[in-house]
């Protein structure tokens, strides 16, 4: 039976915004708002044609319909069109406006379903909306969900009729004056601090779907029985999946079980996925009922394993395919001058992965922000190793008690709100949930600097028991509490980028963040001036400053026992100048020859 909507305050009140009423749409009306420095990507964007590639490449389907384009907004200030999945305050979303906390959002659009869908289940499906977002079809609510940085798949079918249907999303957003997870963004933005980013930020899409189908599949490889395990978690109570295993063209292996439970696949001769041989199999996992096909996905999978080993000398390191690996790169915050959270291309977003294997890194720290699933899968086929955060949240919890350099005995001081922690375990363990099966992911990384910290080993242990496949850093440069996790993290700023103190003979030991040497480049700023940790005059001086930097890590591998080290950062951000690139992508700012010869040094310094 459909859900009366129920919330009329909240819904029906809200302003009706109608759009055109079809799914081609006029985008002549459409252009970048604001006098902000551009990627080239932003400065030639086709609004008719945004980010067209299908946003799921773990769980492809060949039929949905893109929702990426113009719609209807509206705010307490404003209204017109809005360029979805851009954030209301970004360039390319065509507003550009700051949204005010505890106001409402709006948008609209109206879609034409095809027919033949009307005969199935339809999924409305978003990576990410920010913050509160309330989704009302034709004038029914269907959901409330909480959370900028976990995906929304609602099965909207009941609400649904022939021809035109209305489309409404509301979204309020309090940015740091409430504790849900935000990362970076902060109402008064500035330094280290970026612009707030509010609404549907990712890929917005509709997909037909039979009533029995595929929700999710959880990937496992395990080396050591040379073996793939798949789950096909379907929507129905039960169902027999078949699942195949290419190599190309070739298929390698197959398997078949029930749904709901681990398929497990033999592998002869495994190929490993590494950043020197980031090598995919190709997956298709077909669900049937009583020996007919119902569903089919595609997906990919690596065989790859993650670990912690000894070396030669005792000392604990991060290993990839039981060897030890240096894992060695930027610091990747994952903003644009011109979209914000959102990259303008699934070429820009590439960009910056590419650039950094490029420069002779292997590993990416990704900074208290998720992206687009799009962006692991141009991690996992171009071989680079994630340290993926958790977004920061309730930011001023935690960092009261700060004492990074020993660890914290006896009882950790309890910071957050039960409220407030109920909602980081949601939007954790959904984070965790979602990214499982990328194999560029080696660490997760649940607190940055004390950041929101609270309940460490609590969330240490629920960390693990989500995901035992993969290491854990507790806090990256933040309270270092004795509790059960892998890795000591330090963030060192000086001219001497090692550890505080030493040894940790239980732990890896990593810079998880160091360097900050800023450069300015005239007219591809975000502000005339920036801020650095450190500025330097030019080019020359720039690269040769990093170069001595490295130098010391890589003098210190064995003293200081040191198995990681990330840079900051990959780009400037806003007012912050610490990138390699500028803010824009235009201006590699090292000389790239001499740049990317000490990194490889640095990133081999353990084979």
């Known amino acids: 039976m459909k859900k ?5 305050a909240v819904a029906l009140a809200v302003i009706s915004c109608k759009n055109n009423g079809s799914n081609t749409q006029d985008t002549a009306e459409w252009a970048p708002a604001g006098d902000r420095i551009m990627t080239e990507w932003g400065e030639n964007l086709d609004p008719a044609n945004v980010l067209p590639e299908y946003p799921r490449p773990q769980m492809v389907r060949e039929k949905w319909m893109n929702l990426n384009g113009l719609w209807d907004y509206k705010t307490i200030n404003s209204d017109g069109k809005i360029l979805v999945p851009f954030a209301l305050e970004s360039a390319l979303s065509g507003v550009g406006e700051r949204h005010e906390p505890d106001q409402q959002l709006v948008y609209e659009r109206t879609v034409d379903i095809p027919a033949s869908w009307l005969k199935q289940h339809v999924l409305l499906n978003c990576g990410g909306i920010d913050c509160i977002s309330e989704i009302i079809v034709n004038d029914e609510y269907v959901i409330k969900h909480k959370g900028g940085f976990t995906a929304i798949s609602e099965d909207i079918t009941e609400y649904l009729h022939k021809g035109e249907n209305d489309i409404r999303i509301v979204v309020t957003d309090n940015t740091d004056e409430s504790f849900h997870a935000i990362g970076k963004q902060r109402n008064n933005n500035s330094g280290i601090f970026y612009t707030p980013v509010t609404g549907i930020w990712q890929t917005i899409w509709l997909e037909p779907v039979p009533e029995n189908h595929i929700k999710n599949l959880k990937i496992t490889p395990y080396l050591d029985l ?8 379907i929507t129905g109570e039960a169902g027999e999946v078949e699942v195949e295993v290419y190599d190309g063209k070739s298929k390698v ?9 681990d398929v497990n696949i033999k592998i002869a001769e495994p190929r490993l996925w590494s950043p020197g041989d980031p090598f995919l199999y190709d997956l298709k996992v077909v669900l049937k009922e009583g020996g007919k096909k119902v569903d089919e996905v595609k997906s990919y999978a690596a065989m ?3 670990s912690v080993m000894k070396d030669g000398f005792g000392t604990l390191r991060i290993a ?7 894992s060695f790169g930027p610091l990747d915050q994952g903003w644009w001058p011109d979209g914000l959270y959102t990259a303008p291309t699934d070429e820009a977003l590439e960009f910056d992965i590419r650039r950094t294997k490029e420069l002779g890194y292997n590993t990416i720290r990704k900074h208290v922000k998720v992206e687009p699933d799009r962006w ?19 930011y001023y919890c935690g960092s009261e ?3 990074p350099t020993t660890f914290i005995e006896g009882e950790e001081p309890e910071t957050r709100s039960a409220e407030s922690m109920a909602q980081y375990y949601k939007d954790w363990m959904g984070i965790i949930d979602q990214l499982y099966n990328h194999p560029c992911i080696i660490m997760w990384v649940p607190f940055n600097e004390a950041w929101g910290q609270s309940r460490t080993v609590e969330v240490v242990n629920r960390t693990k028991l989500a995901d035992p496949t993969r290491i854990v850093n507790h806090a990256s440069g933040g309270n270092h509490v004795n509790c059960c996790d892998d890795v000591m993290d330090f963030h060192n700023y000086s001219e001497n980028p090692v550890p505080q103190t030493y040894p940790y003979p239980n732990h890896i030991v990593v810079m998880g963040e160091m360097g900050g040497l800023g450069l300015a480049i005239k007219d591809h700023t975000w502000e005339a001036d920036g801020w650095g940790y450190r500025k330097i005059a030019d080019g020359k001086a720039l690269t040769d400053k990093y170069i001595e930097y490295v130098k010391i890590m890589i003098n210190n591998v064995d003293n200081y026992g040191i198995s990681g080290a990330i840079y900051t950062q990959t780009t400037d951000c806003e007012t912050e100048i610490n990138g390699i690139f500028t803010y824009d992508r235009k201006v590699m700012k090292f000389d790239e020859e001499r740049f990317r010869a000490i990194n490889e040094q640095m990133s081999h310094s353990l084979d």
């Open 253 to 261: 292996a197959s398997g078949k079980g029930e749904a709901n439970k």
């Open 4 to 8: 009366i909507l129920a919330f009329v």
């Open 401 to 403: 008690w700060s004492n």
């Open 304 to 306: 790859r394993k993650v």
């Open 226 to 233: 040379s073996t793939l395990t798949v789950c096909a978690n």
């Open 376 to 394: 692991y899968y141009h991690c996992d086929r171009l071989g680079v190793m994630v340290w993926q955060d958790m977004p920061s949240g309730d």
């Open 320 to 326: 990839l395919n039981e060897k030890p690996i240096f």
